[in-house]
């Protein structure tokens, strides 16, 4: 098991702007996991975003932030980053890492058996 801990938003930010999620993994990090981030929105699923296979190598985005995301990872850090760009209101959300042992990439959330508490994302317009 790893904990994850998220960073990053808990404050506003204006339609058009940029913020940075990152992601901290202690624990069993020697163990080479899939990363991803999620998003819940108030009232919604928790609907997958972005996932990083542990080598980095391969990356993978729902369409709705393609293009305006980008996922990345330092595991010499055990660090997951989220670089959020030309934020829209629709982006507003609790945005959630996490971590599976599945070798190949997913946006399967049953997949992902260790989660973060959640950084809120607020973009308004």
């Known amino acids: 098991q790893v904990a994850l801990v998220e960073s990053g938003g808990d404050l506003v930010v204006q339609a058009g702007g940029s913020l940075r999620l990152a992601c901290v993994a202690s624990?069993?990090?020697?163990?080479?996991?899939?990363m991803a981030w999620f998003r819940q929105a108030p009232g919604k699923e928790r609907e997958f975003v972005a996932g990083?296979?542990?080598?980095?190598?391969?990356?993978s985005y729902s369409d709705p932030v393609k293009g305006r995301f980008t996922i990345s990872r330092d595991n010499a850090k055990n660090t997951l980053y989220l670089q959020m760009d030309n934020l829209r209101p629709e982006d507003t959300a609790r945005y959630y890492c996490?971590?599976?042992?599945?070798?190949?990439?997913?946006?399967?959330?049953?997949?992902?058996?260790?989660w973060g508490q959640g950084t809120q994302v607020n973009v308004s317009s």
């Open positions: 996490a971590a599976s042992t599945v070798a190949v990439l997913t946006s399967r959330r049953e997949l992902f058996r260790d």
């Open positions: 624990g069993r990090t020697a163990t080479r996991y899939t």
């Open positions: 990083i296979s542990w080598g980095g190598r391969d990356t």
